[in-house]
């Protein structure tokens, strides 16, 4: 299994890093266009090989595609990040022009590639991936609602007292300050629905703060996150890599699901070695459906910025 990464950066080297660690891919190549950063952070990362106990072979390139070639995964992680009081949506005017050269750099390599898009905003850079690039839509993969999904269970355990291994819960929808859909009233606590421990007040303050959850640590860390993002990609890669079956809610592009068109946004999916195998339909409360709807609505604000 040959993945690649493409931007060295903080997301893209943490991306790389739990590939490495989790042991289950036999090549990773990072790739960014600053001259040496991504050997550098390759070399670096090798360097963890004995301390860490993985056989990974990491290689780091300055923008020559030709060393991505035969990848079965990839992942794009390159543009610029959002900064403390910015919404992921006003970062378009330059990832959009850097998602497309590097989708259609990673494709004319490995035509058969399964696609992680991470950059923000991560739904439309997903919409755009699959408007431009003619790849079929199983193999373009949005990340978003790994990493909601794992903030909501770090929020759901905190008011809980619990310990997250406890915890379960999802959040489907855009991937966005207002967007995410936590699904609250399917969360559980060892299969017991958390609203049983919890107050309508005290779950709809996790849901709040698991929407605000990259602007939180934005705020905090001055740029946004990169341990649970990389983690949450690598979980996803390490689905398809091993076929494991796994559900995750992913952007993805639907055709009716969810009663949504011409759009890619999270809902569940089943990951496998063919890529998203499957779109999981689950029943949503009216509220969440109108969420949903409403989520879909912003999504298509950004999407209409576009230039094809
Ligand atoms: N979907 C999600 O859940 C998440 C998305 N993000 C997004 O991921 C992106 C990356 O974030 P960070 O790693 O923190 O930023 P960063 O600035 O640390 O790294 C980005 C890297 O991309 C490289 N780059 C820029 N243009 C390139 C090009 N044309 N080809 C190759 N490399 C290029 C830069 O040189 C830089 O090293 C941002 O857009 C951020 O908003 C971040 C966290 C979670
Ligand atoms: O908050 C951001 O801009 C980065 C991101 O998407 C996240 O951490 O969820």
């Keep these: 299994m040959k993945v690649t990464v493409v931007g060295a950066g903080a997301v893209g080297a943490s991306c790389a890093e739990y590939i490495a660690i989790k042991n289950f891919a036999s090549e990773v190549v990072l790739l960014d266009i600053k001259e040496g950063f991504a050997e ?5 990362l090798m360097q963890t090989a004995s301390l860490n106990g993985f056989d990974t072979k990491i290689t780091g390139i300055t923008n020559d595609y030709s060393a991505t070639a035969g990848s079965d995964v990839a992942v794009i992680t390159s543009g610029i990040p959002r900064k403390p009081g910015m919404t992921r949506e006003e970062l378009i005017g330059i990832n959009a022009g850097i998602v497309k050269t590097v989708a259609t750099s990673l494709i004319k390599h490995s035509p058969n590639v399964i696609l992680i898009v991470v950059s923000n905003p991560m739904d439309t850079m997903t919409y755009l991936v699959h408007k431009t690039t003619g790849l079929a839509k199983n193999k373009i993969i949005g990340m978003g609602g790994a990493l909601d999904s794992a903030r909501f269970k770090y929020r759901l355990a905190e008011a809980l007292e619990a310990p997250i291994s406890d915890v379960d819960g999802m959040v489907i929808g855009g991937h966005s300050d207002t967007g995410m859909v936590p699904l609250t009233g399917h969360a559980t606590r060892n299969s017991i629905k958390v609203s049983e421990f919890l107050s309508e007040e005290r779950l709809s303050q996790v849901a709040e703060d698991t929407k605000v959850g990259g602007a939180t640590l934005t705020k905090l860390l001055g740029t946004s996150a990169w341990y649970a ?6 979980s996803m890669v390490q689905a398809i890599a091993c076929d494991q079956k796994k559900m995750f809610p992913c952007s993805t592009y639907l055709e009716g699901e969810y009663d949504l ?4 946004i999270g809902v569940p999916v089943i990951l496998g070695k063919d890529g998203i195998e499957k779109i999981v339909n689950i029943p949503l409360s009216a509220a969440d459906k109108a969420k949903m709807q409403e989520s879909a609505e912003g999504v298509k604000k950004t999407n209409n910025l576009l230039e094809f």
């Design 261 to 264: 068109n011409d759009i890619c």
């Design 229 to 234: 993002p990389g983690a949450a990609v690598s």
């Design 40 to 44: 550098g952070k390759a070399m670096d």
